[in-house]
């Protein structure tokens, strides 16, 4: 005999009018299959019929899961997106670059000041050089060694017009002579090296005369005291010095 | 006035989150059945109504308001009871019943003439039952349960599965044969 497969006789099991196959009342084997498998689904559809959860359920489910939930509306608007200018105006970047700005002005009015001055024929310092090397000291320079030479000149006449002199009546010209011979050897050297031989050849004869009367003080007592001013030529000197200066005075003046 | 599902899902949509109030309370119940025809327990099907509903919260921008929430939901629920069953066999909760414990077992207490309502007393065969289903692959389980226990046709089976209708029929005829295997030992004797 042959037998019915499990799918047939699972399929027959499903009719809903619970009939039985005829092939069931002679095989005996394939019945029982049959009703094995009518049983299980029993089972299950009897397991099926469950009680619902109960009331209020529905709010305890949500009451436990209330707090996970996002609040779909809270989302925020998307910014519209700023422009790098409106980003520039509103996070100091006017103020930061106006101070750039400025910043970039004074530098550049900084260096062209020194393009200006280097075109014009160096820093001031060169200039003040340059124009001692051609003969011509700056203002400042004329004032000092004006000042040098009238203080010197009055120490000549002093002397010249001097006649002997007591310890006590020497006392200032000596420290005279002190004061101006250490700027006088300052100034020597400045004309020297400013070329200015006319200068620097009288400053040169004047120290010494400042050296016999700074140190020597036997050459203004007695009899000596004429030789000496003889040998020192004060006179010569005297009128050297005027012409110096004011040869000294046109230069200032036209400066 | 009794609010919609549709409109419960635009109030939400709108940043009204105690709407969604509304639609567990609809269709808790029923989810939690399936859940329970499925997982085999009540607390596991608690587990899923819970995950359920977060779940359909979280996925809601995706609903189509043409569209039934009571299916759309239904079918979370069957998707998150699958992944419990998963879960559980990952953790090995499911040997209930150990197979050796009742293999040997010859109930002899039912009559083969019984009815189904004196099988039903039997709770050793429902606990036969239950150990057997939860020997089952999730697709078999869930593809029986939905079968007969929630009555649903193998196109609505395959489509919840995501798997093709014949699919769905031979999963749920595999796990009858493995039932009736399983329960064979209870046959009741003539």
């Known amino acids: 005999m042959k037998h019915l497969s499990e799918e047939e006789i699972y399929a027959l099991s499903q009719r809903a009018d619970g009939s039985r196959h005829e092939h069931f009342a002679e095989c005996e084997q394939c019945a029982a299959e049959f009703d094995q498998t009518r049983r299980l689904l029993e089972m299950t559809a009897a397991a099926a019929r469950i009680d619902g959860p109960g009331p209020g359920y529905g709010d305890r489910v949500f009451a436990a899961i209330r707090s996970s939930l996002p609040v779909y509306g809270e989302v925020k608007p998307k ?18 670059a106006g101070a750039a700005a400025c910043l970039v002005l004074l530098a550049a ?4 000041g020194r393009v200006f001055e280097q075109r014009r024929g160096g820093t001031g310092m060169e200039t003040a050089k340059g124009n001692g090397a051609a003969g011509q000291p700056n203002r400042v320079v004329f004032v000092v060694v004006r000042d040098h030479l009238d203080r010197s000149e009055r120490l000549l006449m002093e002397l010249d017009h001097a006649g002997h002199l007591t310890r ?4 200032p010209l000596e420290r005279e002579a002190s004061d101006l011979l250490e700027d006088n050897r300052l100034y020597r050297q ?10 620097a050849s009288l400053l040169d004869r004047l120290g010494r005369v400042l ?10 007592e007695g009899d000596s005291s004429t030789r000496a001013r003889e040998q020192m030529n004060l006179d010569g000197l005297l009128f050297e010095l005027r012409v110096l200066r004011d040869r000294q005075d046109s230069k200032e003046t036209k400066l | 006035m009794d609010i919609t599902d549709r409109e419960c899902v635009e109030a939400v949509l709108a940043g009204d989150r105690d709407a969604y109030r509304h639609l567990v309370v609809r269709h808790s119940a029923s989810v939690f059945k399936t859940a ?3 997982t085999g327990n009540e607390a596991d099907a608690d587990e899923v109504v819970q995950e359920t509903f977060l779940r359909g919260y ?5 609903f189509e308001l043409r569209a039934d929430f009571g299916t759309w939901i239904y079918r979370i629920g069957v998707n998150c009871s699958i992944d419990l069953l998963r879960k559980r066999k990952r953790q090995g909760a499911m040997r209930v019943a150990d197979h050796e414990e009742y293999g040997e077992m010859s109930v002899q207490a039912v009559d083969g003439s019984a009815s189904p309502e004196r099988l039903l007393l039997s709770g050793e065969l429902e606990w036969k039952r239950r150990a057997a289903m939860g020997r089952l692959t999730e697709v078999e389980r869930a593809a029986f349960a939905l079968r007969h226990m929630d009555d649903k046709s193998m196109e609505e089976i ?5 798997i093709s209708a014949d699919s769905a029929k031979q999963a749920v005829f595999r796990a009858v044969q493995k039932l009736r295997r399983e329960l064979e030992p209870l046959r009741v004797k003539q």
């Open chain 1, 79 to 96: 910014q519209p997106k700023r422009s790098w200018w409106a980003w520039w105006r509103t996070s100091g970047g006017l103020a930061f």
């Open chain 2, 36 to 38: 329970c025809r499925m």
């Open chain 1, 190 to 199: 400045t004309a020297a090296a400013s070329s200015d031989p006319a200068l």
């Open chain 2, 58 to 62: 979280l996925q809601i921008r995706k």
């Open chain 2, 158 to 162: 395959g489509e919840l599965l995501e």
């Open chain 1, 168 to 171: 006590l009546d020497r006392g």
């Open chain 1, 211 to 220: 050296v016999e009367v700074a140190h020597d003080p036997s050459t203004l």
């Open chain 1, 109 to 112: 009015a900084f260096w062209a």
